[in-house]
């Protein structure tokens, strides 16, 4: 295999999760990011961020809402964090938002201040305030809204209406919904369809086949100096099976099975040592 066996267990990688920036130094980010994007499009993940990040750029061009959805652990967030690395500042200033469970009045008043101001009292003086912070910025401001499946009823009723609001504002005001699939039900409800009707981008992510994560796991196994023969086939079309193709999951399960086959001293994962590693993954 190239590597010892405490070797593979630890050098086991996810593409689909780079680390945060904060710890690439700022002068390595962009070599780190365009070869992962290299060896990404080895991947039938590659293909899906390809299209994932060519609607995102559209929406930066020409729309003004955009959705981008999908299952927990199916890669949203690697998405998001590739796109947000792209955008050049003296194109586009994106101000990231997660604490979406909040009630609708203090979500505003966080955009606010994130912006970097403090928030006024009133919703409609809130709305005026981001609405010239947008006017006043040097390029288009973007509100990304993550895991805007926690979005409540109210709080999508106002980012409605700060959208419509800013239909002539110059620089424009976008906004990105990145959330699980409850959003997309909750959209198509009557009291959001002039929210839905705005919406110009649209992404759903879907799991893995089991044939994908089947080439997943030798590719990273590849990258981590490893042997795809590892993992017996039985074994790479159950984790497909138990993961339902979800890359987290993938990368979670795998990686157990590594480590469990570290334990035993063992170079191969089996049917046997695969039944014991999942169980781990089964809740009481």
Known sequence: MGRNDEDWAVFWCSLLSPVLLGEIP???????????????RQL???????EGLARLE?????????????????????????????LLPQHCQALYCHLTHLPSAGLLKLVVTQ?????????????EQILERATQAESTLLLVFDEAHLLDGDALTDLRLLISSALDVRPPLK?????QEPLRAVLRRA????LL?????????RPFSREQTCRYIDFQLSQAGGDAKVFDDSVKAAIHDFTGGLPRQINNLATACLLQATA???????????QYAAGEFQLP
Not at 197 to 205: A, F, I, M, P
């Open 175 to 179: 906004m990105l919904l990145v959330g």
């Open 115 to 127: 912006l970097g101001e403090t928030p006024r009292r009133g919703k409609e003086r809130i709305y």
């Open 197 to 205: 009707n705005r919406v110009s981008v649209r992404y759903q992510l």
């Open 264 to 274: 035993r001293k063992v170079l191969r994962i089996d049917d046997d040592l695969f």
């Open 44 to 50: 039938p993940n590659g293909q899906r961020m390809d």
């Open 26 to 40: 700022e002068a390595q980010r962009e070599r780190y990011f365009q070869a992962l994007s290299q060896e990404e």
């Open 58 to 86: 559209y929406l930066i061009q020409c729309g003004q809402l955009g959705l981008v959805t999908g299952p927990s652990g199916v890669g949203k967030s690697a998405l998001l964090k590739r796109f947000l690395h792209r």
């Open 191 to 194: 009291r959001h369809a002039d």
